[in-house]
C-alpha cells in the first residue's frame, strides 16, 4: 500500500508539472503574440520608433577608427528604443495591457507604471538634428571634414531611423605652441608646458583641449592667479599647416580682465583661538580693537583675550 502510495503522488507531482508548463508555454506565448503586436495600440498616425543605426562610410579612414567611432557614436542615438527581453518588448506589452488607470493606485496603476514603459514614438525622434549631434561628434575627434545624413526606414507601424557618417580622415597635432607677451601670467602658462597632456603626433580631440585648460588653470592657482579661470584660456587651431594636420596655440583671451591676470600673494594672518560661528562681525571688531587681547608673534596677530594658547603652537 506505501508503495502503491509513493507511486500514486509521484504520479500526481509529474501531472502537476506537466499542467504547469502547459500553462507557462500557453502564457509565453501569447506574451510573445501580443509583444508581436504591440503597435495595435497607437493612436491614428503614430508610429512606433524601434531604434537607430549608424554606418561609418569612407575609404581614407581604417576598419579600426571606422569601428570606434561607430561605437562612440553610437552612445549619443537618442531617444533609445522600447527595451527588450529575450527579443520581446514586454514592458510595452504591459504597458498596453493594463491600459490608462482610472485611480493612481491599486494592482492596475502598479502593473502600469512599475512594469510597464510607455511607447516611444518617432515623432520624438529628430533625424536633422541627430545628424548634426554626429557630425559635431566626428569634428570633435579631429575629423574636421565630416559630414553626416539621415533618413529612416518603414515597416507596418515600425520605424527604424538610419545615419550615414562620411568622417573624412582624421587630423593630427603637428605642432604645439604657448604663446608668451611677456606678462607674468604668460610666464606662467609658459612653465606650465612641460606637463602638457597634449601631445605631438596625437589626434586632436576637444575633450583633451578642455582638460588640458583645466590642467593649466589649477596649476596657476597654485602660483598665486586666484581669479584666472580655464575660460580665459584660448587654445586656437591651425588646420592648414600640412596634409590633416593642425597646429595648437595655446593664449589668453584678449577679453581677460585684469584681476585675472595678477598674482596674488598672502597679507595679513589673524588668528582666533576662540572664534565661534555664532560670533557676529561686531564682536570680532571689538576684539581687534582691544589691545589686551592682541599679540604679534612672527608674521601671525593673535587675538587671544583668554591667552588660552601659546603662540609658539601656531608655528608648529
Known amino acids: 500500500m506505501r508503495r502503491k502510495s509513493k507511486k500514486l503522488i509521484k504520479m500526481q507531482k509529474g501531472n502537476m508539472n506537466k499542467t504547469l508548463n502547459y500553462f507557462l508555454a500557453i502564457f509565453l506565448l501569447q506574451l510573445f503574440i501580443s509583444s508581436c503586436s504591440n503597435t495595435k495600440y497607437l493612436q491614428e498616425g503614430e508610429l512606433l520608433y524601434v531604434g537607430g543605426k549608424i554606418k561609418v562610410v569612407d575609404t581614407l579612414v581604417s576598419r579600426a577608427e571606422r569601428k570606434k567611432l561607430h561605437k562612440e557614436q553610437q552612445l549619443l542615438i537618442r531617444p533609445k528604443p522600447n527595451s527588450k527581453i529575450l527579443g520581446l518588448r514586454i514592458k510595452l506589452f504591459f504597458y498596453n495591457i493594463s491600459g490608462t488607470p482610472k485611480r493612481e493606485k491599486g494592482f492596475r496603476h502598479w502593473v502600469h507604471t512599475k512594469l510597464g ?25 579631429g575629423y574636421f571634414k565630416s559630414f553626416a545624413t539621415a533618413d529612416s526606414t518603414r515597416h507596418g507601424k515600425k520605424v527604424t531611423a538610419e545615419y550615414m557618417v562620411n568622417s573624412g580622415k582624421q587630423y ?6 604657448f604663446k608668451n607677451d611677456s606678462s607674468a601670467l604668460s610666464k606662467a602658462i609658459m612653465a606650465t608646458q612641460d606637463k602638457s597632456i597634449l601631445k605631438i603626433g596625437e589626434a586632436y580631440n576637444l575633450e583633451k583641449i578642455k582638460l588640458e585648460r583645466e ?25 592648414t599647416v600640412g596634409n590633416y594636420q593642425t597646429k595648437l596655440i595655446v593664449k589668453t583671451k584678449q577679453e581677460t580682465p585684469e584681476k585675472a591676470k595678477k598674482v596674488y600673494t598672502i597679507g595679513k594672518i589673524i588668528i582666533y583661538p576662540n572664534y565661534s560661528l555664532k560670533q557676529n562681525n561686531r564682536f570680532v571688531n571689538q576684539l581687534k ?28
Open 117 to 141: 514603459e510607455p511607447p516611444v514614438l518617432f515623432s520624438q525622434v529628430d533625424l536633422d538634428y541627430k545628424a548634426r549631434l554626429l557630425e559635431n561628434h566626428s569634428q570633435n575627434r
Open 172 to 177: 593630427r597635432i603637428k605642432s604645439i605652441e
Open 215 to 239: 590642467r593649466i588653470d589649477v596649476l596657476l592657482k597654485e602660483k598665486g592667479f586666484y581669479y584666472f579661470g580655464p575660460d580665459y584660456l584660448i587654445i586656437q587651431v591651425d588646420s
Open 289 to 316: 580693537k582691544d589691545s589686551i587681547a592682541i599679540e604679534h608673534y612672527n608674521d601671525f596677530t593673535i587675538i587671544d583675550k583668554e591667552k588660552l594658547f601659546n603662540p609658539r603652537i601656531f608655528d608648529r
